[in-house]
């Protein structure tokens, strides 16, 4: 007999209660009927659909969200490349956000800028690494990879240079590794990395108040879902609970350098030490396979550090090592008594001993040396090189501006070892040169190096700020800002407020400009405009500008320089008239006259570009043509003197040659 639908509810809601035979005794029916009721149940499978209900409905959520978000634009611009102007594009300024999640002042690059379709003619070199990679204190004019650029510049004058600087402040080699995709796809014909001095207190590193961990493998994958929204949205709805928790009093204050040291102390040969140094390891691993599997070049670094001149931050007692100070007391003695090699190693010893990692340990250089010989890579032995030419063959003061950043001469000597190392190896572009030695190129690119006082400036109130917080100095004795930045003049205020944040460095220099010109200080407005066409190449209105003023004051000479320059970017109207112009004024007849066609093609309604090529020919004796010429300018200007008179004079030659 079959079980009722009663009687089969009642055996699902009891099975698990009773045995079969005790329900078959219950409801009155056989334990074989009980037995294969249940046998029935278990063969029966969930529906197909029910599965893919149940992992699409999520997935098709988070779908969804992600592309509301993208639309209504939520959050910051996540992606690396951002347009800087039309057919160019830059590291996106807002770029750093992904690694900085407690603080509101985020690094961002020097803005170097790159076409968006690389052209047959460009050699094409991207630049990573940290604030020393940037070239602080004297970013971002002062960065090593300007000596690069402009040397090869003045190398290849008829190619496309492009050297672009992504370097960033207070982050470390899983920024590097994180951007490294994004550069490959940019079509990099070389790559230079210089870092390793952040990677215990950089964003992410273990040591930092960023820091999410200590699996290289984890951090890099939340670095990876970092680019959805969705992700952004959780992250912001963390912080804002956070927020409500601690108050905006608790955020932290001061240099980069203070911010980002969580953990401030990490001996020597502790696990976290070992930790960060596998961390570097692994993710220059991942960069360098990366950068082989693309066959794209990559020349490392060794890291400089100021050994002589920098006490250690935090000395530490432990059972296996001695206080750093006392090995740097040591490494002093040394060196008076004329035992410099003794006192080198003691003051590399001190920099590793010292509990503040703020300054790379030997383990990353000698990692940097090991990979590059492990795949094959020419390097830059930067340590040895600047401690070759400093005093007693130990690096300081001489070549640094504080703990581990290079004065400029630093920088440049830097910029000169990476290139050398680029020549040596073969890794300089095929195209034409010019006809100069290295002497004179050398000596022609530092020349030539546009770097202002009001750059000086910057960079000085940039070291005095970071030498006036921690642990430079203890928070307690640390003083305001007002006390150590002495504003004397217009120059002083501009850095103070670049470095405040108030206006960028673009902006001081533009003010800067402004203000010697109103004074016809015309020398001093040129070298601030020359900074910012060093920084900013592709700006035309810059070129156009500088031009505009000498023209005015008739300094065509300096002037023709600035409108070739600005000419070879765009042409324009007012360019190409002003070249034809001064081509006419020195007897460049034939070039003169295709500039000045040239502007009637951007605006044929302009007497004067008539009647500078009537002048033309003129000079060719050509008085037919040179009246048709004029006529036409007349025609646009009635009122023109000068146009008039030579009518006059050409109207006459005409008749007499009839």
């Known amino acids: 007999m079959p079980l009722s639908n009663k009687q089969k509810n009642w055996i699902v809601k009891n099975q698990q209660k009773h045995s079969a035979k005790k329900m078959a005794e219950e409801i009155g029916v056989s334990e074989d009927a009980v037995i294969e009721f249940l ?7 969930t529906p197909f659909y029910f599965y893919i209900i149940l992992i699409g409905l999520p997935i098709l959520f988070f779908a969804l969200l992600e592309i509301g978000l993208r639309i209504f634009g939520y959050g910051f611009n996540n992606d690396q490349w951002d347009t800087a102007i039309e057919g160019k594009l830059m590291l996106n300024q807002e770029i750093a956000k992904r690694y900085f999640y407690s603080i509101e002042r985020i690094p961002f690059s020097n803005q170097d800028v790159f076409d968006v379709e690389k052209k047959s003619n460009a050699y ?42 992504i370097g960033l402040t207070a982050v470390n080699s899983y920024t590097l590794r994180d951007l490294f995709p994004g550069v490959l796809e940019q079509k990099p014909d070389l790559i230079l990395i210089y870092t390793g001095h952040n990677e215990y207190y950089g964003a992410l590193g273990i040591g930092s108040m960023e820091s999410l961990g200590t699996s290289r493998k984890m951090v890099n994958l939340l670095l990876y879902l970092n680019r959805f929204k969705t992700v952004e949205l959780l992250r912001n709805t963390i ?13 932290p ?16 040969d502790t696990e976290t030490f070992s930790d960060g140094i596998s961390q570097f390891e692994g993710n220059m691993r991942d960069i360098l396979d990366m950068a082989k599997e693309k066959n794209v070049p990559v020349i490392l670094s060794t890291l400089v550090s100021n050994l002589k001149d920098q006490i250690p931050f935090i000395s530490i007692q432990t059972e296996n090592f001695p206080r750093a100070d006392k090995i740097y007391n040591r490494a002093k ?12 190693s003691l003051f590399r ?31 830059v032995n930067a340590d040895s090189v600047l401690s070759s030419i400093s005093p007693d063959g130990i690096v300081g003061n001489n070549l640094m501006t504080d703990h581990l950043h290079p004065t400029l001469e630093g920088y440049l000597i830097i910029g000169k070892s990476f290139f050398e190392k680029m020549e040596q190896s073969k890794y300089l572009p095929s195209f034409e040169k010019a006809n100069l030695t290295d002497d004179e190129l050398d000596s022609i690119t530092v020349a030539d190096f546009h770097f202002t006082k ?22 307690k004795n640390k003083l305001p800002n007002s006390a150590i930045l002495h504003l004397e003049n217009t120059a002083d205020t501009l850095a103070a407020e670049v470095l405040d944040d108030k206006i960028t460095w673009e902006e001081a220099h533009r003010k800067l400009a402004v203000y010697f010109l109103e004074r016809k200080n015309i020398n001093s407005f040129i070298e601030e405009m020359d900074a910012l066409i060093s920084q900013y190449p592709v700006i035309v209105e810059y070129y156009d500008y500088v031009a505009n003023i000498l023209i005015q004051i008739k300094d065509y000479k300096r002037a023709y320089k600035y409108l070739k320059s600005g000419y070879d970017i765009k042409s324009s109207a007012f360019k190409a008239k002003w070249l034809g112009t001064i081509d006419l004024y020195n007897d460049k007849l034939e070039s003169a006259e295709n500039y000045l066609n040239e502007s009637l093609e951007f ?35 009635s009122n023109y003197p000068e146009a008039v008179n030579l009518q006059r004079q050409l109207q006459s030659k005409v008749q007499t040659t009839k």
Do not use: C
Not at 603 to 623: M, T
């Open 333 to 344: 003695q040394e060196l008076s008594y004329g035992n410099n090699m003794v006192a080198d």
């Open 253 to 268: 204050s001061g240099t980069m350098m203070s911010r980002m040291a969580k953990d401030q102390y990490i001996g020597f």
């Open 349 to 379: 010893l001190a920099k590793d001993l010292d509990g503040l990692r703020f300054r790379a340990p030997e383990r990353i250089n000698q990692v940097i040396t090991s990979l590059s010989n492990e795949y094959k890579l020419p390097f």
């Open 454 to 475: 009001l750059d000086s400036i910057i960079a000085d109130f940039r070291i005095k700020l970071l030498m006036n917080d921690w642990p430079f100095v203890s928070k």
């Open 603 to 637: 605006e044929a309604k302009d007497a004067q570009v008539w009647y500078n090529l009537a002048g033309i020919y003129v000079k060719r004796n050509d008085y037919k043509k040179a009246l048709e010429l004029v006529d036409k300018a007349l025609l646009l200007k």
């Open 239 to 251: 912080q804002w609970i956070m927020k409500l928790f601690s108050g905006d009093d608790d955020r």
């Open 39 to 45: 046998n029935t149940q278990k063969k029966k499978k």
């Open 124 to 165: 094409r070199i991207f630049v990573l690494g940290e604030s020393s990679a940037a070239g602080y204190p004297f970013s971002p004019l002062g960065a090593f990879s300007r000596y690069i650029r402009d040397r090869l510049v003045l190398i290849y004058p008829h190619s496309k240079i492009e050297v672009i600087n």
